[in-house]
């Protein structure tokens, strides 16, 4: 197993990999949520600030799932 492990890495708990998972999971319900409760049309600079950082914070949080989704997740040392 350890001969698989790129160099500095070490493999993941399968536990700590799906409680993160879950707390990512858990994450993107909420930012869904509160993209869904904003106005359609943002009209003010901090609405468009607002829905921006929630955007990216969205991408950030779909692509760290995808991360924790495989079987095996890597981290380093």
Known sequence: M???CPP????M???ERKETLGILTE???EI???LNN???HCDT?????RKTELEVKLDEIETAISIFSRPKVYIAE
């Open 2 to 4: 350890r001969a698989e």
């Open 8 to 11: 500095g890495m070490i493999l």
């Open 13 to 15: 708990d399968e536990f």
């Open 27 to 29: 994450n993107r319900k």
């Open 32 to 34: 869904t949520t509160s």
């Open 38 to 40: 904003m106005p359609f």
């Open 45 to 49: 600079l901090r609405l468009k600030t």
